[in-house]
């Protein structure tokens, strides 16, 4: 099967064509919406990171904004600094101009302030809006598509409709050759030795086990039960129980396919096949792990409805639960009927799926896309704000 | 096509999930010939669990196959299963000191 895409200089193939406004710090974030406000055809990606932080988790953000620049879906990248603060700006823009990428930089103190920045900055984004329009869609096979994967606002219709519906969707883009990234590390826990099983080598197991420890380590440092806070509130009015169960619906979403690899939050998995991101279940930092690594399509699960999407990645929502579909039309993309799939085979439902997610690769619109809900991004940190 | 009530989805497991919101004294069909059944003790919302045997007090609750938590008391077949309850055990906090 192929879809219609936007081809870049390191040879990997866009489902969209946006030039992306990347904000370094918090404290450019409204600068690089303002600019992406006056350059239709540009999108900002902001955050709450890149100042007052400790050097592991600087680099978390440095290699983050880098991987997020190369995102297949960005024709080119306006990079909007403050001035002062702890990321390094030319590092990100080299590290971004290695793929072949054309990188613009903006740096608010230097311009006089915001105003004149934004008008700079819409200026430079105006005419890479240009350039960028004059990249021409081709047909390519669908071997060079990644998807990542997420499930939010979860119920118990998650774990028994829309994950292992797009567990199928995800077995029939990886038999096809192509690759897929799973996050949310948290949501292993009490089905790690499953998802463990299918690693390709007794080294990956064991890393495997090792994110998951550390996850539960970090939870229990709290000194509380996690549930709460993971099962969220949403999930437990929805039917989830515990964390357990929450997880063992979760792993599903994945498929069924060997894992082949492991990586850091930030990293983009090189190769085909399915890779891990080490990754909390949170929504906004869940989604910009996935885009960083590499993701031009992200299917999202939802029981209770997620509301977002990701600025440059389309996130196809699907829910198998009849009354969020009914109630919330400006979260869902697709619905899956429980009478479809309950005790049957999921292929038919996992076919649904991956041609939804070829279409939308080719060009048709999401729901969060036309709403505009994007907003909601950050990168995962790891260390104290200080 | 048959609305489906309720999901066991492993044979090893001890409770259901509900596909529809059902009512108390609602005779639920665990199976497709409906040869099984269990009648609900209290309501049950769409997406909530509940017990298809008596399940003794910190034995485990199985779903998917897998042990999901265990019982804080004694539950009844038809009882809704949820954390009034049912207790996880992962990311205890609480319980540190025995943990990881």
Same mark, same amino acid.
């Given at each position: 099967m192929s879809f219609l895409a936007y081809p870049r200089p390191d040879n990997s193939f866009g489902v969209r064509n946006h030039v992306g406004i990347l904000s370094m710090v918090a404290c450019a974030n409204d600068v690089a919406r303002w600019i992406s406000e006056q350059a239709p055809g540009s999108i900002a990606f902001t955050h709450q990171q890149g100042c007052c932080q400790t050097k592991p988790d600087l680099d978390i953000v440095t290699r983050t904004l880098i991987s997020l620049g190369k995102n297949?879906?960005? =024709?080119s990248v306006l990079l909007v600094s403050l #001035?002062?603060?702890?990321? =390094?700006l030319n590092e990100v823009a080299e590290g971004i101009s290695n793929s072949g990428k054309v990188v613009e930089q903006i740096v608010i103190q230097k311009l006089g302030g915001s105003s004149p920045a934004v008008a700079k900055g819409s200026r430079l984004a105006r005419q890479l809006v240009i350039k960028a329009s004059q990249i021409k869609q081709r047909s390519v096979p669908d071997s060079e598509l990644r998807f990542g994967i997420k499930c939010g606002a979860s119920d118990t219709t998650s774990g028994l409709i829309s994950n292992p519906a797009t567990g199928a969707a995800v077995d029939l883009l990886l038999d096809n050759g192509g690759s897929c990234i799973i996050g %949310? $590390? $948290? %949501?292993?826990? #009490?089905a790690e030795h499953i998802l463990a099983k299918r690693a390709i080598s007794a080294g990956v197991h064991q890393q495997l086990l090792n994110i998951v420890e550390q996850m539960e380590k970090r939870a229990i440092a709290a000194g509380t039960d996690m549930r709460g806070g993971q099962p969220t509130g949403g999930n437990i009015a929805g039917g989830i129980t515990t964390i357990e169960e929450k997880s063992l619906g979760a792993i599903v979403k994945s498929g069924s396919k060997p894992i082949q690899a492991i990586y850091e939050y930030g990293h983009v998995p090189e190769g085909k096949g399915l890779f891990i991101i080490d990754s909390p279940g949170r929504e906004p930092e869940a989604l910009t792990g996935l885009a960083a690594a590499g993701a031009q399509i992200i299917l999202f699960s939802t029981g209770r409805g997620a509301p977002q999407g990701f600025p440059f990645v389309p996130v196809i929502k699907i829910t198998g639960n009849p009354q969020t579909y009914k109630n919330l039309p400006d979260h869902i993309d697709l619905y899956l009927t429980p009478e479809d799939i309950v005790g049957h085979s999921f292929n038919k439902a996992g076919k649904v799926i991956y041609e939804e997610a070829l279409e939308v690769a080719s060009g048709k619109r999401t729901i969060a896309e036309t709403t505009g809900y994007t907003g909601a991004t950050n990168i995962y940190t790891l260390g104290p704000v200080i | 096509m048959s609305k489906l009530q309720a999901v066991v989805v492993n044979s090893l497991d001890n409770v259901a999930t509900a596909m529809a919101t059902l009512k108390t004294g609602t005779l639920v069909k665990l199976s497709e010939e409906g040869d099984t059944t269990v009648e609900l003790r209290e309501d049950i919302s769409l997406g909530h669990k509940f017990s298809i045997h008596q399940i003794e007090s910190d034995s485990a609750i199985v779903k998917y196959g897998e042990v999901i938590g265990y019982a804080t008391r004694t539950i009844q077949p038809g009882e809704h299963v949820h954390i009034h309850n049912v207790l996880g055990n992962r990311g205890r906090g609480d319980l540190s000191k025995e943990k990881p």
């Open positions: 297949p879906n960005l =024709a #001035g002062c603060e702890s990321i =390094a %949310e $590390t $948290t %949501e292993f826990m #009490g | -």
